[in-house]
């Protein structure tokens, strides 16, 4: 029964051969050639991502930031495939721009990039680049950007959104905001090293120095030592140094002024309430002072033994 049923299903699926329409024949052919032509696509895009990794990380291995212009922004940041973030920042560093910021943001920036080169942590899905505006002024009007220094991120996949430009005028461009800004944004975190600086330890040295030969050579007179009026000096220098603004500027560290790059015109107050420049500071101190000293003044001359008439005219 088994050997006579053979034959007869062979003859079955000779027939369903025969029945099949013969237009599926070039359909399965298509098929099978976008099915290959998909896989060639997807290889050439990893060989094309693979290229770009190592270049980017022959870059890196030379200096920690590179420099960019229009061609290689958009071939290595705006053309995928992409699988890196590339931190940016968008400046004019070149002597007749006269951007005292940009040089400024730019030695902290450094310190950020080298804080992440020479890191244990270091790998090839963060990069830090810079378009200067001399070098990439296509790129600028891409972006339609009119002010100098910006620092984006453009992520691995899609467009850069609003939290992607770092909010310079509000927080500065203090190497710890730049890598905290990065860790809202990439999940990696970045250690900041700041190379050595003795300038604030030399001047201590300094101070110490100078007070102590002068308690040396008064030795025999230490008198003024109990001056209320030279206390009273020293106190109203801190008092004015603190509510002028100089621990933020110190913490944050804002630039000096804003010269805006269309008109050229100087802004040394800041227009948010949230944010300050270091000249904004000054003014307030010399201001606080003035204050006090027309406040000792008056009371000065409120407390005189001199004529009374002469007390009226300085009130007056």
């Known amino acids: 029964m088994g050997a006579r049923g053979a034959p007869s299903r062979r003859r079955q699926a000779g027939r369903r051969l025969r029945y099949l329409p013969t237009g599926s024949f070039p359909f399965l052919l298509l098929l099978l050639l976008l099915c290959i032509q998909l896989g ?19 870059w890196s291995s030379r200096r920690s930031i590179f420099r960019m212009n229009g061609d290689k922004f958009r071939k290595f940041i705006k053309a995928p495939p992409r699988n890196y973030s590339m931190i940016v920042m968008f400046t004019a560093l070149q002597p007749q721009r006269q951007c005292s910021v940009c040089r400024q943001a730019n030695e902290e920036y450094q310190i950020l990039a080298n804080s992440w080169r020479y890191s244990s942590a270091f790998c090839n899905k963060l990069f830090f680049s810079m378009v200067d505006y001399d070098e990439g002024t296509d790129v600028f009007q891409q972006l ?10 453009f992520p691995p ?9 770092f909010d310079l005028q509000r927080i500065g ?26 300038s604030g330890t030399i001047a201590l040295a300094l101070l110490v120095s100078l007070v102590g030969g002068l308690l040396y050579l008064r030795r025999n ?3 003024f030592i109990y001056n209320k009026t030279g206390w009273a000096m020293v106190s ?3 008092v004015f140094a603190m509510t002028s603004g100089q621990m933020w500027n110190h913490i944050r560290g804002p630039p000096y002024a804003h010269k805006n790059p269309h008109n050229g015109q100087v802004s040394y107050i ?7 420049f270091v000249a904004e500071s000054h003014i307030i101190l010399v201001l606080n002072a003035a204050i006090t000293m027309g406040m ?8 005189s033994k001199g004529d009374v008439g002469k007390r009226r005219i300085h009130f007056h």
């Open 40 to 58: 060639g696509g997807q290889k050439k895009k990893e060989n094309l991502l693979a290229e770009k990794v190592e270049q980017l990380m022959e």
């Open 144 to 153: 339609n950007m009119n002010s100098a220094p910006t620092f984006m991120h």
């Open 157 to 165: 996949k899609g467009r850069p959104k609003r939290a992607d430009t």
């Open 173 to 198: 461009f203090a190497a710890e905001q730049l890598a905290k800004w990065i860790a809202d944004r990439t999940d990696v975190h970045i250690r900041v090293f700041r190379p050595p600086n003795y």
């Open 221 to 223: 007179n230490l008198e």
């Open 236 to 238: 109203l220098c801190i």
């Open 270 to 276: 800041h227009g948010s309430s949230q944010a300050q």
């Open 296 to 303: 000792v003044l008056l009371n000065e001359a409120a407390t």
